[in-house]
């Protein structure tokens, strides 16, 4: 029991969020350097191997430039054993990244320090502070021209209601970048050469108040240095581990991923501030994966033909208690059967590997039949309990769905039916048809288009996709209700889910009071139950 516990002790299990090109890549990397992964940076995204990417689906990914899909990437580093969640960069998939965050105990955000918090990533910063994980934020790219410090934290507090407390002080940016000043140890951390990133470099520590500072920054950077820590010990929030472990205090740090200034600073940190495996809720109570001896775990993430050549769909679990072991079987609760867990997997960057032993706050890839769904508990616990489910996200947009070559019907159903399993669309029916018309529901609309392009690519079916106008939708919670006679205004539409539920669909958003109002005794909610 003992040898589990020590190594669930050493888990350290967060993801990285970024608004895509901020350096989230780059970031992992350096870790991975640090880490010993790997020799040199460069060779885990260089351009050059970014062909070799996990699926051949990825493509689109290259071509719109996003990142689509997550994955893994498991290492070591000062005794700690680091579990790296890559999430998708665009808030179209906020709820891929809202699942995933389900599976890492805090998160990463990176921001570009020329940008800030950027439009299009707003909403996934947000699901973060959702998640009520902590939050550790590393602004990068100091080696270019940055925003003003103070403005960029102002932004990151008004964007995402989230107090900041810098840990370190970038001191100056682009060219005149020297390095960061450490808050708490008031010495300043000095970068030189890393051969462009490639290699760990020098680091030298000074305190403030040595003579020598200035033969390393000229009087103006140190005087402006000296008022900036000045104005932030007034202004700034104090650093408290409790309000960080809420998520409502996000330590901030800076530095440049692609030279490396500050990155083993902040990683450093970042593994003494967040937190090993936390006891998880479930239908029986909290699960503490320090009292709780045996293996549990359930699916946050479903993904089909990640391997064109194999064609499987592979269940990613988050580990929360005890050990795994390769080929076990457990209790799927959902499925009410014994499993075998079999071709268990970890991700290292695009490569698959096969594993042995996992440990609670791992992730793992397992081989799924068609059996898991997104939420799903397994265990080898007689208590047989289950954790929370995952909330699904009302969709915003909606699409009326053909295929075009008619005969490609089966192929259609199964693929529509497969990626709506994995949780990135959501199908619905007209209320009076049979599956003749489909309609997707969707998140974010790039979702339509890795729809429309996984159709093609993994099932060789052309869609045809017509938009629909309607942006909200209501799940009706009385089922018993007369569908027939309920009456709606003009802009409304009955649809019901795959588990024949009445749902409906509205344009505008006063017209579900409408709804209401003329139909008495109706109940509307916004979330759909898997
Ligand atoms: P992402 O995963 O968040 O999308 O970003 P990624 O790390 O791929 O970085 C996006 C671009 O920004 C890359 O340039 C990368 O080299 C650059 N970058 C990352 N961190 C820093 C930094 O600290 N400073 C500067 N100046 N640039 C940084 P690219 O030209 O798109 O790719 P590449 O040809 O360099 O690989």
Same mark, same amino acid.
């Given at each position: 029991? $003992? ?63 996003? $990142? ?10 000062? #005794? ?25 105990? $805090? ?8 940008? #800030? ?171 503490? &994966? ?15 033909? !990640? ?61 799924? &039949? ?10 080898? $616990? ?24 008619? !005969? ?60 629909? &106008? ?61």
């Amino acid at each position: 029991m $003992s040898k589990i516990t020590d190594e669930i002790k050493k888990r350290r299990t967060f993801a990285i969020i970024s608004h895509p090109d901020a350096g989230k890549t780059t970031l992992t990397e350096k870790f991975l350097l640090y880490g010993g992964a790997i020799n040199q940076a460069g060779s885990v995204k260089g351009k050059a191997t970014a062909k070799h990417a996990v699926s051949d689906w990825m493509e689109i990914e290259k071509e719109r430039g996003i $990142s689509v899909t997550s994955s893994v990437l498991q290492f070591n580093y000062g #005794g700690y054993c680091i579990n790296i969640l890559d999430t998708p960069g665009h808030q179209d998939f906020s709820e891929d990244t809202y699942r995933t965050l389900m599976a890492a105990d $805090s998160a990463v955000m990176v921001i570009d320090a020329s940008k #800030g918090v950027e439009a299009q990533t707003r909403k996934l910063f947000k699901v973060c502070v959702m998640r009520h994980i902590p939050i550790f934020t590393f602004i990068n790219k100091m080696d270019r021209e940055a925003m003003d410090t103070f403005e960029l934290l102002d932004d990151i507090e008004k964007e995402l209601g989230i107090a900041t407390c810098p840990v370190n002080w970038p001191i100056g940016s682009g060219k005149a970048f020297r390095g960061v000043y450490d808050r708490n140890e008031e010495e300043i951390e000095l970068f030189f050469d890393t051969k462009k990133g490639t290699t760990t470099g020098e680091v030298k520590k000074i305190r403030l108040d040595d003579p020598d500072v200035d033969s390393y920054m000229d009087p103006d950077q140190k005087e402006q240095l000296l008022g900036e820590i000045e104005l932030l010990d007034g202004a700034s929030a104090e650093f408290d581990q409790d309000l960080v472990d809420k998520g409502e205090l996000s330590p901030v740090f800076f530095g440049s991923a692609l030279t490396n200034f500050g990155v083993e600073t902040f990683l450093q940190h970042f593994l003494k501030m967040t937190t090993s495996p936390l006891p998880r809720h479930s239908d029986k109570g909290d699960i503490d &994966p320090m009292t709780e001896k045996d293996f549990s775990a359930f699916v946050f993430k479903i993904q089909a033909n !990640m391997n064109k050549a194999h064609r499987d769909r592979i269940a990613f679990m988050r580990i929360c208690s005890g050990e795994f072991d390769a080929g076990m079987d457990a209790f799927h609760i959902q499925g009410g059967k014994k499993v075998r867990l079999s071709q268990p997997q970890q991700m290292m960057a695009s490569e698959r590997k096969m594993i042995e032993k996992a440990y609670g706050g791992d992730i793992i890839g397992i081989f799924d &039949p068609g059996i898991f769904s997104i939420g799903d508990t397994i265990t080898t $616990s007689p208590e047989k309990f289950a954790y929370e489910g995952i909330p699904t996200f009302a969709p915003e947009h909606f699409a009326r769905v053909r295929q075009v070559d008619t !005969m490609k019907r089966k192929q259609f159903i199964k693929g529509i039916n497969q990626i709506a399993q994995e949780g990135a669309i959501q199908i619905f029916q007209e209320f009076n048809t049979g599956m003749e018309e489909i309609i997707v529901g969707v998140v974010g609309v790039l979702q339509f288009d890795v729809l429309k392009y996984r159709l093609k690519n993994e099932y060789g079916v052309d869609i045809i996709l017509e938009t629909l &106008p309607y942006e909200h939708i209501r799940w009706i919670e009385n089922e018993e209700i007369d569908m027939d006679r309920l009456t709606g205004t003009s802009d409304m539409k009955k649809i019901k889910d795959l588990k024949e539920r009445p749902l409906l669909l509205f344009v505008h958003e006063w017209s579900i009071r409408m709804t209401l109002e003329r139909n008495e005794g109706l109940k509307l909610s916004e979330f759909g139950r898997s």
